[in-house]
């Protein structure tokens, strides 16, 4: 049994807007169901107690008044719905950015950084590529003054007495 559609043909029943063969299978499946009939019962009362109420008539040009209070809700609309799509879509895009201005900052090759001779080692860099194009010098005392100033510039300029390469 398919309650919800007699329920819907219960109150087209009430409201007189039935035909004669929905009425009659309405009122076989009431003999059937008690839980129709009772919903029946039930939609009845709440009929007859809003038929014996006087309801107030409405105030001089209420037609009206409602009427230019909907075009007026309608026209307010559009923008109520962009508010409320731009509330949402701002947080949004904030965190989007962080995420993107994060992922560049972590995900970038740093510049500059500064490598040990073992991180050199490590990251397959010659630490002899400086000094490889001064020895590829045809003067042999050309070859040894440079580097020995190279070397005490590297000496004077850390304390610790280990050479620092440049990736």
Not at 76 to 86: A, D, L, R
Not at 118 to 146: G, H, I, Q, Y
Request: proline content about 5%; some cysteine.
């Amino acid at each position: 049994m398919d309650c919800k559609k007699f329920e819907k043909s219960i109150l087209r029943a009430l409201d007189g807007r039935i035909t004669s063969h929905e009425k009659k299978e309405l009122d076989e499946h009431l003999q059937k169901c008690p839980l129709c009939s009772a919903t029946q019962e039930e939609y009845k009362v709440i009929l007859n107690a809003l038929k014996e109420k006087d309801f107030p008539e409405p105030k001089p040009y209420f037609e009206e008044r409602l009427k230019a209070k909907l075009k007026q809700r309608k026209a307010s609309e559009p923008w109520t719905m962009w508010k409320q799509w731009g509330i949402r879509t701002i947080p949004v895009s904030l965190v989007l950015i962080l995420l993107f201005g994060a992922a560049i900052l972590l995900l970038s090759p740093q510049e500059g950084a500064e490598l040990s001779q073992s991180e050199a080692l490590l990251r397959d860099l010659d630490p002899l590529e400086e000094t490889s194009a001064l020895l590829d010098r045809e003067s042999f005392v050309d070859k040894n003054m440079e580097l020995i100033f190279t070397a005490e510039e590297n000496n004077n300029g850390s304390n610790n007495g280990t050479r620092r390469y440049q990736p």
